[in-house]
């Protein structure tokens, strides 16, 4: 993810990501065995923009994870979806006046 020093930057290059890069909003429920009791899983909630199917900063989050937390990974759950999209445009056949003005 693309980060600065300034907020408005960081939203500015998040919105570029999601408008011209197709990014979305992606969760990842990621179950892993706890390090002091290996036969308990504990549950992890990671969500970031990610470019799906592919999704390589969820892989990237991934990687890190195995090679520097104790952790060992069981499973992970991935949902995205699209921040953006078209609106939805609905005609109405009906119009209603207030106090009657028109």
Known sequence: MLYSDNNNDKISSQIELMLIHNYRLTTAEILYHMPDHPILLQSYIWQ????????????KFLRFWQREL????????????????????????I???????T
């Open 95 to 101: 119009e209603f006046y207030l106090h009657g003005y």
């Open 70 to 93: 104790e952790g060992k990974l069981h499973s992970v759950m991935v949902a995205s979806s699209e921040i953006i999209k078209p609106s939805g445009f609905r005609a109405v056949d």
């Open 48 to 59: 970031d923009l990610d470019l799906a199917p592919e999704f390589p900063v969820l892989k």
